[in-house]
């Protein structure tokens, strides 16, 4: 808008330079000076006097605004030829100026709710997908709800898809920052080489989970170790809680521990939003 103000201010720059260079050559007074001079009754005696520097310019640039902007009011008007096609050139001045700069205000405010339109969006599709598959009530809000928190947590984006255009070795530069709070605060890390922790970084999945969401039922394969990066989960063993786990804490198949793939004993479930990191044991 700056600029648009600018350029305007250029433009009756030039347009009272137009009209003060035609006046006196004018055998006819019917410059835009000489009419704004009858309209304001402020009239021109042997070339001198007239209306004040301050009208002059007020008017030029209310002419080079409402030229720009196609309003074109008309009680500012071009009268000799000169003054025609200089309007000529403003008008097509104004027209690519607000193509552009107004397209680009548009276009700002588009990248605004941007991200706002791709919710949506992702969830008419995962609403979509409940209604034309029949999903019973219990179901899909617990959809609804991990779609929510993941969202939240992700901005919509998947973190998978965008390091696949990245050397490994920048690959694992990114994953041991996204994972930096987890591998410094778990006691599990303590003393692992930097190497140890760029390797483990790479493998890390980020899965959530909404509050009532079962992560692991009894009789289950163990084949991934999980670590808590937020949130709380409860242990049962026929429904008798056994243990209450936070943040920093782990759970699942050790393979240092036993050799073989084991099955779950106790059903894990969420008490509230979790996110955790999972690494598979192969």
């Avoid at 999945?205 to 949130?231: C, M, N, Q, W």
Wanted: hydrophobic residues 40%; proline residues 4%.
């Amino acid at each position: 808008m700056a600029t648009f103000a600018l350029i305007a201010h250029w433009l009756a720059c030039i347009w009272y330079a137009i009209g003060n260079a035609e006046r006196p050559h004018l055998t006819s007074k019917v410059g835009w000076l000489d009419m704004l001079a009858n309209d304001t009754h402020q009239f021109y005696v042997n070339d001198t006097g007239g209306p004040s520097i301050k009208s002059r310019y007020v008017t030029a640039l209310y002419f080079t605004f409402s030229s720009l902007t196609s309003v074109g009011f008309g009680n500012v008007a071009p009268n000799t030829d000169a003054e025609k096609i200089f309007t000529i050139c403003v008008m097509l001045v104004g027209s690519l100026m607000y193509a552009s700069i107004f397209g680009n205000v548009s276009a700002i405010i588009q990248r605004l709710y941007s991200g706002t339109a791709r919710y949506h969006t992702q969830m008419l599709r995962v609403r979509e997908f409940i209604r034309f598959h029949q999903i019973p009530n219990p179901l899909r809000q617990r959809l609804e709800e991990y779609f929510q928190h993941a969202w939240t947590y992700t901005n919509g984006i998947d973190m998978n898809s965008v390091l696949k255009g990245f050397p490994e070795c920048l690959q694992a530069d990114i994953c041991l920052h996204l994972n930096r709070n987890l591998l410094t605060s778990c006691t599990a890390f303590d003393g692992a080489s930097p190497g140890c922790l760029r390797a483990l970084s790479l493998k890390f999945k980020t899965t959530h989970a909404p509050p009532g969401d079962t992560l692991v039922h009894k009789g289950d394969v163990l084949t991934s170790l999980y670590f808590i990066s937020r949130g709380s989960i409860e242990i049962l063993r026929d429904d008798i809680v056994m243990a209450i786990l936070s943040k920093d804490d782990i759970f699942g198949e050790n393979p240092c521990a036993h050799s073989t793939i084991g099955k779950s004993k106790c059903n894990v479930r969420a008490l509230t939003y979790c996110d955790l990191h999972k690494i598979h044991l192969n």
